[in-house]
C-alpha cells in the first residue's frame, strides 16, 4: 500500500483544489477537537498518546485507518507537541515546482514502508495566483512564502503553509512590495532584505523588514548604519542567494553580498571567498554552506576558515546535475533535489531526482566528506517545468 500524509487522504490533487477547499481544510485542520475518545481500551489517553507520538511518520496512515479516535488524534496539535517533547519528531522535505500552466504545485517526500522507495505526494496549493521570485523559509512547522511579483508587480504578500495539516494560512503583509529578496530566521524571527526599489527615502527605510511571529507585525530595520559607502549603491540590487550561518543572515546579489548580524544590529560586507563562489541555491549544515558549482559539483564554504571544500566521497554514485538543483538540511543531512535528463513517458516527462547525503568534516584541516544513504527518481514532470525551492520542516 502506497503511504501518503494523512492529511493529504480524500484531497483533490494539487491542480485542482481551489482556495475554498484549501480554506476549509485550514478550518478544520488548526480546530480540533478539544476532547480526544478513548484511543486504546484498558489504557489511559495519556498513557496511548505517549505510545502512538513515537510511531514513525510512515506508519501514521496506517494508525489513521485503524479508527476514528485514531484520526482525530493524528490531526490535532496536541499529537506534535507531544512528538515534539519526546524528541520523536522527523525531518519532512516539501517541494515546490513551477508547471507549465504556469501554476505552483506543492509536494511532499515521503517513504513507502513496504517498500522503502520514495515518492512525492501531491499538498493543496497555494490559495492566491502564483507568484515569480518568492522568498522561502521555514519557521517551527511552518514554511513562509514571502512575496513575489504578480504580472510583474512586486507584492507585500505572505503566506505560511502549516506542514502538521498540509493547509494555508495568511500572514500579515509587508510594508513594500518585493520580489527576488533575501530571507533568513534568527531567534524565531523572520528577516527579509532587498526585492524592492529605493528610489524614494520611503522605500528606502523599508529596505530590511522583520516579522515577529508572536506580535504577527513587521517593522523596518534600520540599514542605514553601514560605515561603506558601496553598501548604499548594493541595497538596489535583488538578492539571488540567502543563508542563516551562525545566527548571521548572508545575502547575495549579482556580485556582492551583505551580512546582517541581528543581535547588535550590525551590517558587514559578505567575505570576498564566499562572494566569489557562491552563486547558486544552497543550505547550511553545522555552520558550513553547502552549494553546487556549474558543473554539478557539490561544494562546502566554512565560515571559520573562509574557504572552499570540495565535498569527497561522492565520486561514484551520484549522478551530476546541471540544472534546477537545490538543496535543504534534512534533519542535519544534505538532501539534494535536481532536474534529471527526460524520461521514457509520454511527452519527453522530466525526472525529479533526490539524493540524500550524511556530510561531515575530517582531520584536522576540515575536510568534507560525503556519504550517499539514497538517491533515486522520486517524481516526473511535464517538460517544461522546473523545480522552485525545497525546504525541511521537522514534525
Known amino acids: 500500500m502506497l503511504c501518503i500524509p494523512y492529511t493529504t487522504m480524500n484531497l483533490p490533487s494539487s491542480s485542482t483544489t481551489d ?18 475518545p478513548l484511543l486504546i481500551p484498558s489504557l489511559p489517553n495519556d498513557l496511548a498518546m505517549n505510545c502512538l507520538a513515537r510511531s514513525p511518520r510512515s506508519h501514521h496512515v496506517i494508525l489513521s485507518l485503524v479508527s476514528r479516535a485514531f484520526r482525530s488524534l493524528l490531526c490535532s496539535s496536541l499529537f506534535y507537541s507531544s512528538r515534539s517533547l519526546l524528541h520523536s519528531a522527523e525531518p519532512v522535505l516539501y517541494l515546490s515546482l513551477r508547471s ?9 517526500l515521503i517513504q513507502n514502508p513496504n517498500s522503502l522507495k520514495y515518492s512525492l505526494i501531491p499538498v493543496p ?62 531567534d524565531g524571527k523572520i528577516y527579509v532584505f532587498g526585492g524592492c ?8 527605510k523599508h529596505w530590511a523588514e522583520v516579522y515577529d511571529p508572536k506580535k504577527q507585525q513587521w517593522e523596518s530595520i534600520d540599514s542605514n548604519n553601514s560605515n561603506n559607502s558601496s553598501f548604499y549603491l548594493f541595497r538596489e540590487k535583488w538578492m539571488h542567494a540567502s543563508a542563516v550561518i551562525n545566527d548571521r543572515i548572508y545575502a547575495m546579489a549579482d556580485r556582492n553580498g551583505v551580512v ?26 553545522d555552520g558550513v554552506l553547502y552549494c ?38 534534512f534533519g542535519g543531512k544534505l538532501m539534494v533535489v535536481w532536474e534529471g535528463k527526460e524520461g521514457k513517458g509520454k511527452g519527453g516527462d522530466v525526472d525529479i531526482w533526490c539524493a540524500e547525503i550524511s556530510v561531515e568534516k575530517k582531520g584536522g584541516d576540515g575536510e568534507l566528506w560525503g556519504k550517499i544513504e539514497w538517491c533515486d527518481v522520486v517524481h516526473s514532470i511535464s517538460k517544461g517545468s522546473a523545480i522552485v525551492h525545497c525546504s525541511s520542516v521537522t514534525l
Open 292 to 329: 553546487y558549482d556549474y558543473l554539478g559539483k557539490i561544494r562546502g564554504f566554512d565560515v571559520e576558515r573562509g574557504e572552499w571544500r570540495d565535498l569527497k566521497g561522492l565520486e561514484k554514485g551520484l549522478p551530476r546535475f546541471l540544472c534546477g538543483a537545490t538543496m535543504a538540511n
Open 100 to 108: 507549465t500552466n504556469p501554476s505552483l504545485l506543492w509536494f511532499t
Open 197 to 204: 526599489l529605493v528610489d524614494t527615502w520611503a522605500r528606502s
Open 19 to 36: 482556495s475554498s477547499s484549501a480554506a476549509t481544510a485550514s478550518t478544520s485542520a488548526t480546530n480540533p477537537p478539544t476532547a480526544l
Open 260 to 285: 546582517y548580524e541581528p543581535r547588535r544590529g550590525r551590517w558587514e560586507e559578505v567575505e570576498s571567498e564566499l562572494d566569489l563562489g557562491w552563486r547558486g541555491r544552497g543550505c547550511v549544515i
Open 125 to 186: 496549493p497555494l490559495p492566491s495566483p502564483p507568484c515569480i521570485g518568492s522568498a522561502f523559509v521555514s519557521l517551527g512547522p511552518k514554511i513562509y512564502v514571502i512575496g513575489g511579483s504578480i504580472k510583474d508587480i512586486a507584492s507585500p504578500k505572505v503566506w505560511a503553509l502549516d506542514c502538521r495539516f498540509n493547509t494555508w494560512e495568511s500572514i500579515p503583509s509587508m510594508r513594500v512590495g518585493r520580489e527576488f529578496a533575501a530571507a533568513g530566521v534568527v
